[in-house]
């Protein structure tokens, strides 16, 4: 079992739609979690940081971390055709050592 | 937001050579540095970690000789891909920490390497 399990996708939306992206780890020790945003052919792009359980709000994005379920969320308000990109969610119990998920592909259409 | 640079961000070179990617901290000094690979549509895979001045931690599997990391200095981390072979073809991606409390890694643009 992989330590921070993702749904690939590819996960396709109209434009407007509220999209949910999710991960679920195994490994209680993890303290901190990010997402990135990853454009074809383009580095990671950190998009929200959580310390612990709770939730954070950035415009659009809204990070949730539930630690007792050992599950994250991110959801996306009123997608863009340019929030299309793969989501990678990532956590670390610390040392710097980040876990990535495989990455959510997204596709928002016009 | 903190930029981290990334040098070449292509690259092709014949089988048997060796080649450097420079990855930079240009508004922020990073203890540590990050090395990761990613193959299409895959996640990134750590490779090591480096800090400056030490000599960088590798993953299970990963080939120390092959992958050479420097960490000179706070703003610069290399990676030498020696005697390259075309499955090294890949592209590299390096994060770097702002340290402090956080955990925030911003990675760079990254690099293509291909080899033929």
């Known amino acids: 079992q992989k330590e921070v399990e993702q749904d690939p996708g590819p996960l396709s939306v109209p434009e407007g739609a509220i999209v949910s992206l999710n991960c679920t780890y195994s490994n209680s020790a993890f303290q901190y979690f990010m997402w990135y945003r990853q454009y074809s052919r383009k580095g990671p792009e950190l998009l929200m940081y959580t310390y612990s359980s709770g939730n954070k709000e950035d415009g659009r994005f809204t990070a949730q971390v539930d630690k007792s379920s050992k599950y994250i969320s991110l959801f996306i308000r009123d997608s863009q055709p340019s929030d299309s990109a793969t989501y990678l969610c990532?956590?670390?119990?610390?040392?710097?050592?980040?876990?990535f998920g495989a990455g959510t592909r997204l596709a928002v259409h016009p | 937001g903190a930029v981290v640079s990334q040098h070449p961000s292509w690259v092709i070179c014949k089988s048997g050579t060796s080649v450097k990617i420079e990855c930079r901290s240009l508004?922020?000094?990073?203890?540590?540095m990050f090395w990761y690979r990613q193959f299409p549509k895959q996640s990134l895979m750590l490779m090591a970690t480096?800090?400056?001045?030490?000599?960088?931690?590798?993953e299970q599997g990963v080939e120390k000789d092959k992958f050479l990391i420097n960490h000179a200095s706070l703003t610069l981390s290399t990676l030498t891909v020696t005697s390259a072979h075309p499955e090294d073809s890949s592209f590299y991606i390096c994060s770097a920490d702002t340290a402090g409390e956080t955990y925030e890694q911003y990675f760079g643009p990254g690099t293509r390497l291909t080899v033929t």
């Open positions: 508004d922020f000094q990073a203890t540590t």
């Open positions: 480096s800090n400056e001045g030490s000599k960088a931690t590798y």
């Open positions: 990532a956590m670390t119990g610390g040392y710097n050592k980040l876990i």
